[in-house]
């Protein structure tokens, strides 16, 4: 088994920046994907932005420029640096992480963009 535990949500101003970070420990053999996921009520889970063990990233297009998903050397912890905040990216915002196959979900964070 593997646990994610993340941090760093809060309230934040439009326009504005905030770090979330995500620590895996457990029973890791090979994290090859890790990311950020994000869900608001009654819809669908989304991708935010996701980093494969190549240190290759992805991101959703209405992030693209504003959000990045750095990683630290053991590939155990990411970050969501989000800049440029949007009322409508308030959200609670879900780590993940593909470890050996299987994968994992943190119990998440809520991100509250408002003035």
């Known amino acids: 088994q593997v646990q994610l535990v993340e941090s760093g949500g809060g309230l934040v101003q439009p326009g504005g920046s905030l770090r979330l970070s995500c620590a895996a420990s457990?029973?890791?053999?090979?994290?090859?994907?890790m990311g950020w996921f994000r869900q608001v009520p009654g819809k669908q889970r989304e991708l935010v932005a996701i980093?494969?063990?190549?240190?290759?990233?992805n991101y959703a297009d209405s992030v693209k420029g504003r959000f990045t998903i750095p990683r630290d050397s053991p590939k155990t912890t990411v970050w969501l640096q989000m800049n440029g905040l949007k009322p409508g990216e308030t959200a609670v915002y879900y780590c993940?992480?593909?470890?050996?196959?299987?994968?994992?979900w943190g119990r998440g964070t809520q991100v509250t963009v408002s003035s």
């Open positions: 993940h992480c593909i470890n050996a196959g299987d994968s994992y």
């Open positions: 457990g029973s890791i053999f090979n994290i090859n994907v």
């Open positions: 980093i494969i063990g190549s240190g290759v990233t």
